[in-house]
């Protein structure tokens, strides 16, 4: 049996589904700050046996059990479903022109979905949208704006995007085995003078939990 379904390839990303899902218990119980939690995803990404992942949740609270962990991965399947009886037109957008444009929840988000902001803040709310298999481009332009992305640790992504005198944010992530099955989500785009900022939260986190959790003062010691 050869390729992405040879058995130890599909240990692999067994693997990874069951680390992912213990790194997102572990954010929401604050034993992982945003920075810690968002550089394991990366790691479990770039993880190719399942030693190096187990590697990355050796020191956290064991996981959830089999039952919940099986519901989070089933969650998803009635927006594709409904993604499937409505589906948005090809040439779908978003746009933010001089307002402020939020969008989360469960929506569709089709191969070549757009998402534009100018002298305008637009946020992105990606976690529960249903992604089908294959690669799905999202094309981003933020002039004098702000688009902010939030995806979830269990879809992988890659960026193509460019600044000019702005801020364009690269988050790259795929299996490291190239396994080319289940959704992929490739973000293209730019930012001029402006600002395109990605970040990965487990679902049920609010936007404000995207902020760094403060380490505890220290203690001054008595002389």
């Not at 962990?69 to 409505?86: C, D, I, K």
């Not at 992604?131 to 979830?152: M, Q």
């Not at 600044?163 to 289940?182: D, H, K, M, T, W």
Request: glycine share 8%; with cysteine.
């Amino acid at each position: 049996m050869k390729g992405e379904r040879h058995p130890a390839r599909l240990a692999v990303t067994e693997a990874r589904e069951q680390v992912l899902e213990q790194l997102s218990d572990a954010f929401a119980k604050d034993e992982l700050g945003l920075d810690e939690f968002e550089a394991r995803v990366d790691g479990a990404y770039q993880a190719s046996t399942e030693v190096g992942l187990r590697a990355l949740v050796k020191d956290l609270s064991p996981p959830r059990g089999a039952a919940t962990s099986e519901l989070a991965r089933s969650a998803p399947e009635p927006a594709t479903a409904l993604a499937q009886v409505g589906a948005a037109p090809r040439r779908a957008r978003v746009l933010s022109v001089l307002g402020n444009v939020e969008r989360r929840g469960r929506f569709a988000v089709p191969d070549g979905y757009r998402a534009t902001a100018v002298l305008g803040n637009l946020e992105l709310d990606l976690r529960d949208v249903a992604f089908p298999e294959g690669v799905t481009h999202l094309h981003v332009r933020a002039v004098l704006g702000n688009i902010e992305i939030v995806v979830p640790p269990h879809l992988p992504v890659e960026c193509e995007g460019t600044g000019i005198l702005a801020s364009f944010a690269q988050l790259n992530r795929l299996p490291a085995e190239g396994s080319a099955s289940g959704p992929v989500l490739r973000i293209i785009g730019s930012a001029v003078l402006g600002n395109v900022e990605i970040r990965t939260l487990p679902r049920g986190v609010s936007a404000a939990d995207q902020r760094p959790r403060a380490l505890p003062a220290k203690r001054e010691e008595e002389p």
